[in-house]
């Protein structure tokens, strides 16, 4: 379980996702074909193309609005996490809300600073009467397993590791966004490899190729008119067991007000041996891949 996965109370496995500067230089090439997968023309959409420009690019242009789910079935049970992201006004600020199978978490950032409220029934239990965020430093929310902006974005990197790409069509995003759809193949280490080397843990988490495990995927991805990632999807299949799906949203501009919560909700982790612990992530998983 991720530990925003157990923040919020529930049953995920695997860590979420992540983003950064640009990666390698091994590109994709598209080959256009119709929905069917028939070779047709070049695409009238000459903004619209998938490589790593087109990661960089929507990185570069700061997205104040990101969705991404998670989705694994075990047997008869299914677990889903959804991870929205919000900058704020300010420079630093941000907003993220977690909510795995039901149970909602939240965390804020300031510069620095972070604030997080837990949804966890059992992490709650050791807050002080009154108080439901907890202050640290932003660098511990991060390492503590929260995801943040880069981590969010990092999927984005899936698109350097594209194979056997093909346009399957056009379509609409928000009602007025123009975008064209590709489907590719991955392989998984030109992808983790084509993060930039602080997002390569969460890629390699993404692709299930943490701690020598093998795992195959495959995407889609819709690019706008000015080469921007718009949606993204990716199916990862762990050793023949029942896939792992994500998908990943950018939305339109949506900034918070504010990110600081109440004082008087706040409380330090400082203060609680206990609760520190208790948001303590998980060890850092060891790959295989050498990049």
């Keep these: 379980m991720t530990p925003a996965g157990r923040l919020a109370g529930g049953a995920m496995a695997a860590a979420l996702l992540m983003g950064g500067a640009t990666g390698c230089s091994d590109e994709p090439k598209a080959e256009p074909t119709s929905g069917t997968g028939t070779p047709v023309p070049n695409s009238s959409m000459s903004g619209s193309s998938l490589s ?3 990661v960089n690019a929507t990185i570069n242009a700061v997205p104040a609005h ?3 789910r998670t989705s694994i079935r075990s047997g008869d049970t299914r677990h889903e996490q959804q991870v929205e992201l919000r900058l704020g006004k300010a420079d630093g600020e941000a907003a993220l809300v977690i909510d795995t199978d039901g149970v ?3 965390a804020r950032t ?4 972070a604030w997080l409220k837990p949804g966890s029934a059992s992490v709650r239990k050791l807050l002080p009467a009154g108080k439901s965020w907890v202050a640290m430093p932003a660098a511990q929310l991060r390492a503590d397993g929260v ?6 974005l990092s999927m984005l990197f899936v698109i350097g590791g594209a194979t056997s790409v093909r ?5 609409t995003v928000e009602g007025r966004i123009r975008v064209r759809k590709y489907s590719f193949g991955v392989d998984v280490r030109r992808a983790v490899c084509a993060g930039p080397a602080e997002q390569r843990t969460t890629l390699l988490v993404l692709l299930g190729a943490a701690q020598g495990r093998t795992a195959s995927a495959r995407a889609e991805a819709w690019i706008d008119d000015f080469n ?5 999807y990716l199916t990862v299949d762990l050793n023949g067991r029942q896939p792992v799906n994500y998908s990943l949203q950018v939305l ?3 900034p918070v007000a504010s990110a600081r919560p109440p004082a008087g909700e706040v409380t330090s982790i400082d203060g609680s041996p206990r609760l520190r612990q208790a948001l303590k992530g998980q060890p850092t998983p060891r790959s295989s891949i050498t990049c």
């Design 52 to 54: 790593i420009q087109s």
């Design 66 to 68: 990101v969705l991404t």
């Design 104 to 106: 909602r978490s939240e």
């Design 110 to 113: 300031s510069g620095e600073r």
């Design 147 to 152: 995801p943040s902006r880069d981590d969010q």
């Design 167 to 171: 346009s399957i069509g056009t379509d």
């Design 228 to 232: 921007l990632v718009r949606n993204l």
């Design 252 to 254: 339109g501009d949506a």
